[in-house]
């Protein structure tokens, strides 16, 4: 199964680095109610086979990952969203989340002000033009009544 993925977009990344177990744990977190197999993993977050198994050993002996193996050789793993360690990772990047989105929102207003301000700017150019062509229509009347 393979699954796209945007590693380089991803806040887990971004906030705890771009290690393979970072790697891993971030793929295995956008689908945490998901068992997937070595080759799944491999196949989407592009690592080779030994880095993996290096990696599934060490995530597996933190309790961040659940290993089991299914009929032949294949590795099944999933991972384990009651881990500490994994909830950690999983508040951090709610915060960062939030934190980003209050900064967007900030910025939207901002932009928004600022459109507005632009807005009502242009109105007033326009208003201020009427009337000065409406003054000169006014004054070129008044010269004529009284010549």
């Known amino acids: 199964m393979h699954i796209t993925s945007i590693m380089e977009d991803s806040l887990i990344i971004h906030i ?18 998901t068992e997937f197999t070595s080759a799944e993993i491999i196949e989407n977050i592009k690592m080779s086979k030994t880095t993996l198994y290096k990696c599934l050993d060490d995530l597996s ?22 881990n500490p360690i994994i909830q950690t990772i999983k508040t951090g990047v709610g915060i960062a989340s939030g934190e980003i ?7 939207e207003r901002l932009l928004s002000k600022i ?3 632009a807005n009502n700017r242009k ?15 006014t004054n070129e009347s008044l010269k004529t009544m009284s010549s």
């Open 16 to 33: 705890y680095g771009n290690s393979p177990q970072m790697r891993i744990i971030d793929f295995l977190m956008e689908f945490p109610t």
């Open 61 to 82: 002996a933190q309790g961040m990952i659940r290993l089991s193996k299914t009929k032949g050789k294949a590795i099944v793993c999933m991972i384990d969203m009651k």
């Open 101 to 107: 989105a209050d900064k967007q929102l900030t910025y």
């Open 115 to 117: 459109r507005s301000s």
């Open 123 to 137: 109105s007033l150019l326009v208003r201020k033009k009427l009337l000065r062509e409406e003054l000169n229509l």
